[in-house]
């Protein structure tokens, strides 16, 4: 292979990267093409560090992308892709020492991925290199318009209320999952615009929360927890009061009590992800 240099990407502008990933990420499991919009905004979203992270240069060419996201001392892969005239020639590997080293220097103590279950060539890469498998993550989807279900309707007695984002994360405390896939933790939800967060309340008591951007054609769910009543009363408010929105959550453990709830209500698995760590 010819000789690679790492440079990190505030090198480059944001239609560069743009470019960079989608051309690491032809020909994956999915179709994915994204623009300068979506990369300024996942590097914002998600802390994605602009000096740890890189582009894999051959020359003046670009033949990989590696993304790194940083918070007080926790790392996570945001995207790692080889340009297909790269390939099979050990540059991911390469790439993902790089950002390993990186997380190395910042002083992190782990390293977070996630992997598309079918996707077994970076799978086995990625278990090559140390990393262990910790979870199954959903992807689950609801489409545009599920007939009407008798065990959507919303449980008596519950009060939906929508809340600053803050105010829910206050009110729920140390009630929500201390492990916390990265796209779902707080830093990335209060990057997310239009999100609102949501208390399902009963006698006064706090019984489920939620954070969601809703409108009549979709809602986005970026966060759910509590007893299954209260989730139920939440998924049940929402499509109740919007009977032809989609919906679609990102990284829903697969043992987690609320996938039977939404299951109820129309939603269907689309994809699974194993949830990997390096410890360093």
Not at 163 to 170: K, V, Y
Request: net charge negative; aromatic share 8%; hydrophobic share 45%.
């Amino acid at each position: 292979m010819t000789s690679i240099t790492m440079q990190p990407i505030n090198l480059f502008s944001d239609e560069q990267l743009a470019d960079a990933f989608n051309a690491g990420y032809q020909g994956y499991v999915m179709p994915v093409h994204v623009d300068a919009a979506f990369i300024r905004n996942h590097i914002h979203q998600h802390d994605i560090n602009v000096n740890a992270s890189c582009l894999a240069m051959s020359g003046e060419t670009v033949a990989g992308i590696g993304l790194l996201g940083l918070r007080e001392g926790r790392t996570w892969v945001g995207g790692i892709g080889v340009d297909t005239a790269f390939r099979r020639q050990g540059l991911g590997k390469q790439i993902m020492g790089h950002l390993i080293d990186e997380a190395r220097v910042h002083g992190a103590a782990q390293v977070w991925l996630e992997v598309i279950e079918t996707n077994t060539p970076a799978h086995n890469l990625y278990l090559s290199l140390g990393f262990r498998d910790v979870r199954q993550l959903l992807v689950i989807e609801r489409a545009v318009h599920v007939p009407d279900r008798p065990d959507l309707a919303k449980p008596d007695g519950f009060k939906v209320t929508m809340i600053g984002l803050d105010e829910a994360l206050n009110a729920i405390g140390s009630k929500r999952a201390e492990l916390t896939p990265w796209q779902r933790q707080a830093e990335s939800l209060h990057r997310t615009p239009d999100i609102w967060g949501w208390l399902v309340t009963k006698d006064g008591n706090h019984l489920a929360w939620g954070a969601a951007a809703v409108s009549p054609e979709a809602v986005r769910w970026f966060d759910i927890g509590g007893t299954a009543d209260g989730m139920q009363a939440l998924v049940a408010h929402f499509h109740t009061r919007h009977p032809y929105a989609s919906g679609r959550l990102i990284n829903l453990v697969s043992d987690d009590p609320a996938w039977p709830i939404f299951e109820s209500a129309g939603y269907n698995l689309w994809l699974t992800q194993h949830e990997m760590v390096f410890d360093i």
